[in-house]
């Protein structure tokens, strides 16, 4: 796998706003959840703000490690799974959050342990699209997005002098 072409940064106001739209469109679905799994790391951020949205107290991570390098996707290893407990009939009613589905391997993974549950992510790839019941933007598979989280303030080289943001 080659570096993405194009590059989507987001800021901290715009995830925000993106996941609070996705909080929207979940309480349009007029169900009310049993519990959140968010997919450990990216899941984080949009799980604290969505289960505010909708009120859900009972938060459960699961953990899939996949970008090992931050350019190719290595081996899924699950690392921390999810409670027999939310697994009861197949996670009917349970919310399963994620910030991002590029490939769609690690959600297959989340998938395969909670069928009946509901998946959201903030954005969906092309690939990972299928996966993936509720989402806010889809980008091409050839962007790679920049999370507030994985940036730092640094000075930006303008565009007309070569630079890539």
Known sequence: MSLPEKAFPVSWDQFHRD????????????????AMVCITRGGLVPAAIICRELGIR???????ASYHDYVEQGQMVVIKGISEELKADGGRDI????????TGKTA?????????????????????????DTFVTEVSQDTWIYFPWDMGFTYQEPIAKGGRS
């Not at 009972?58 to 899939?64: A, F, G, K, M, N």
């Open 95 to 102: 919310l399963i959050v994620d910030d991002l589905t590029d």
């Open 19 to 34: 996941a609070r739209a996705l909080a929207w469109r979940l309480a349009g679905e007029g169900r009310e959840w049993k």
């Open 108 to 132: 297959a993974i989340v998938r395969e342990m909670l069928p009946n549950a509901h998946f959201a992510a903030v954005y969906a790839k092309p690939k990972g699209r299928p996966m993936v």
């Open 58 to 64: 009972l938060i459960e991570t699961v953990c899939v």
